[in-house]
Structures are given as C-alpha cells and as structure tokens.
C-alpha cells in the first residue's frame, strides 16, 4: 500500500502540498476537545509543554521546558484554548500565533520552582480565580476540570475554591496516541532525518575519537536541519559503556573492535520527536561473539515488529520478548525497565502506547491505525560490550510502515583495519 513519504522537502512552498500546518493544528484542538469530553471534563487545564502545544500549536522555549506552570493552557467546552504565556511574552506569541485569538492570550500565575510558602499561596491563589473566570466565560462553571498536572498548592486551593478536578493526563494521551496524515509526515520526516544522522555518525565514527565528541558533532549536525528546535539527547556509548547500558556519553575514548551505539533520543523537528538506536564496531570486525548477541537482539526486535497490526494489543507484542529473568538473570522485570521496550512517538517521548513486559502482559492496550511508536531492543555481556537496536514504526489499517532506515541487518562496520 502507498503511504504518504518524507521525501517532499523540509521546507514550505506555494508550489507543493507539504504538510498542512493548519490542518495539523486543527485536527489536535478537535482531538483534545472530543477526549475532554469523553472522559466528562467541562474544561482541561495543560501544564506540561506537549500538552500546551497540543492545544494550542505554540513552542515552549528551552529554558521553560519542565517548568510546569511558568506557561499554560485550557481549553473550555466548546471554545478556543486560552493561553497564559510566561511574562510579556504574549505579545511576541500574538504575532506568530494568528490562530490564537488576541484575546485568549493573557499572562502566567506562576509559581512552581519559582517561590514558597506564602508566595505561592498567593500566586495559586491569582491562577485559580483566573482559571474559575475562563470556565465562566465559556458556560462551563461548576464542571469538573481535567488536568495534567497537579501539585499540593493546586490541591489544596482548589479544595478551598470548590473546584473539582481529576486526571487530565490521561484523556490528552488517548488524543496524542493517533496521529493525523500531517502527524504521521511529520514522522516520516525526524525518520529521515534520523537516517541522514546516523550516516553521519558512521562517517564521523573512527578510534581515537571521545563519545562526547561524536555527540558533539551529531548536534551540530542536527542543528544545522531548518525545523530542528531540541535536541534532548545524543547518547554515545561505547566499549564497556554499553552494557548494561547507561543511556549517556562521557569523554571516553573509542578504541579499535569498540562496540559504539547511538541514540537520537529526542531529535525534536517541528516539535516531533524521535528515538533511533544503531550499533557500530569501530576500526575491525566484531567478533563472532558480538555478531551472535546482535542477531539475538535483532530476532528479538523483528518479532515484536511482526506482532503489530491493527486489533493486536501490547501484550502480544511484549509476549514476544524473553522475560529479564531467563535473559539476564535479573529478580523481576523492573530490573530491566527500558531493555526491552517501545514507546510513542509524538509531541512527547512517551506518547500512548508504553510497551514493556512490566505492565504490558496484565494491562494491555489496543494497537490503532495512526499511531506512530517505537520498538527496541539490546542485549550484551556485562562490561564488555552491548548492542542496542531500535526502529520507528507507523501502524496503519492494513500494514506497517518503517520508517527508520539506515541498516540494520548486521552491526555497522566503521573502518575495519585490512587482515
């Protein structure tokens, strides 16, 4: 079946159907409404970055990421999103975000990570009354609130006010979990781009060289892509570094036979996000040894892929992975939280569905047409070396697409010296 692909450009034209910003934008609010009210909320309240871009299509800078509260969002009934942006930078967002209407653009009532004890008694005090006033003006006073994050100041205030609240968390990640035409572009896209990342790598890649200067150059790499605003993480690890597996880079250097794997962990292009293992040998051969771990990883992997279809759930994918007991000896699963995995890809990290053999085989979920997650897997011997092996995957009706890649039938040789 012929699905939509990446290969029209990164950027827009007058000439070419690209992805259909407004369209996107549109399909998120009316996705986020239709779950808000699914689950009875009059109103949601968003706090958390992903959320807030969800609803409302604005970028959260750098600095104010994991910072709930210093910006945030809701949306009432059947209304536009109301935007309360940090400071005066509301009227730089009017500029940019003609979607918005002006006056649904106001200022923050922040406090967290930010003050204590009477000063935040004072400021939740401000973020509720304006919070109970935008519920008012949209007809939806007195319904229950649905909210993504909650700390004991919230808690105890809306108590005191009369305001109901519940799980909002959950409703914003049953929207997330199903990507629209443009979603799923958006995809395909930090896919190729992902590619082209790991080319470079192996371009870069050669003994003598420090996992954190690999990082540093895939970062600039990276940066350089029009569209491109984070880059949360570019694990480099390498010879005893990989297993178990640390997930982070250090100035080690990387000497001839190393096993080096790298992760594009949150390549973020247009606020979607990525997660894209490869393994690389530097500078000779592997090993029969590491060949045999890597074709063990790589079954692993394709077997969980196979699984994936449209009516399966995340157990039947989990149930193809080996327990963390029978593989690596380890007491229960939790041991071996993130060894085997697969998460959603989207505005966050860990968009709906989560796979693991942790929750998975006793609470499974159904797998939809339009979801875009990813599926990984690593096995390797203590302190020597380990692999890691990752693909990005779209589920749609009849079939999945790939859209990670670069090659990953073998362990990528960088450079082997001659025989």
């Known amino acids: 079946m012929r699905h939509g692909t990446a290969n029209f450009g990164i950027t827009g034209l007058d000439w070419q159907q690209r992805i259909n910003w407004d369209r996107l934008r549109t399909y998120r609010l009316e996705r986020a409404r239709e779950m808000m009210k699914k689950h009875g909320f009059g109103a949601m309240l968003c706090m958390y970055d992903e959320n807030v871009r969800y609803l409302t299509g604005t970028l959260t800078p750098g600095w104010n990421r994991l910072k709930p509260g210093l910006r945030y969002a809701i949306l009432c009934g059947d209304g536009q999103p109301v935007l309360f942006e940090q400071g005066d930078i509301g ?19 922040a406090w967290i990570k ?34 993504d994050f909650i700390d004991i100041n919230m808690m105890k205030h809306f108590e005191e006010e009369g305001l109901a609240w519940d799980d909002g968390m959950s409703p914003m990640m049953e929207a997330r979990a199903i990507k629209n035409e443009d979603e799923q572009n958006c995809a395909r896209i930090v896919g190729a781009i992902g590619d082209a990342a790991h080319w470079a790598t192996m371009k870069f890649l050669e003994p003598g060289v420090t ?31 990989t ?28 606020g979607y996000k990525s997660c894209y293992y490869r393994t690389y040998c530097v500078g000779r051969e592997p090993t029969q040894k590491m060949k045999d771990i890597y ?15 449209v009516g399966a759930t995340t157990r039947d994918i989990a149930l193809k992975w080996p327990s963390a007991k029978e593989t690596w ?4 699963e939790d041991q071996a939280a993130a060894n085997l995995w697969g998460h959603g890809l989207g505005l966050a990290q860990y968009d709906p569905p989560v796979i693991s053999r942790i929750w998975s085989l006793d609470h499974p979920l159904e797998i939809q047409a339009g ?26 009706d009849d ?8 090659p990953v039938n073998q362990i990528t040789v960088v450079d082997p010296m001659p025989h």
Not at 214 to 238: C, N, Q, R, W
Not at 244 to 260: A, E, K, L, M
Not at 295 to 309: F, G, H, I, R
Not at 399 to 406: A, L, T, Y
């Open 211 to 241: 996992e954190n200067q690999v990082t540093a150059h895939i970062m600039k790499f990276l940066y350089d892509i029009p569209g491109m605003e984070d880059v949360e993480d570019v694990i480099v690890s390498s010879g005893p570094n």
């Open 371 to 396: 979801m875009v997650f990813a599926l990984e897997t690593q096995h390797g011997v203590p302190f020597e070396f380990g692999v890691r092996i990752e693909e990005m995957l779209i589920v749609h």
């Open 295 to 309: 074709a063990e990883a790589l079954d692993w992997l394709y077997a969980s892929m196979e699984a994936v279809k």
């Open 329 to 332: 000896g380890y007491d229960e």
């Open 243 to 270: 297993w178990p597996n640390w997930r982070n880079f250090s100035d080690r250097i990387i000497q001839p036979g190393d096993i080096t794997f790298m992760d594009l962990a949150a390549l973020t292009w247009n």
């Open 91 to 109: 009227a730089q967002v009017q500029r940019h975000t003609p979607w918005i209407p002006p006056e649904n653009i106001r200022y923050s009532y």
């Open 399 to 406: 079939d999945v697409e790939i859209i990670s890649n670069f």
């Open 114 to 147: 930010g003050a204590a004890g009477p000063a935040s008694k004072q400021q939740v005090t401000k973020f509720t009354v304006a919070i109970k006033e935008e519920m008012k003006r949209h007809g939806v006073a007195g319904e229950k609130l649905g909210v």
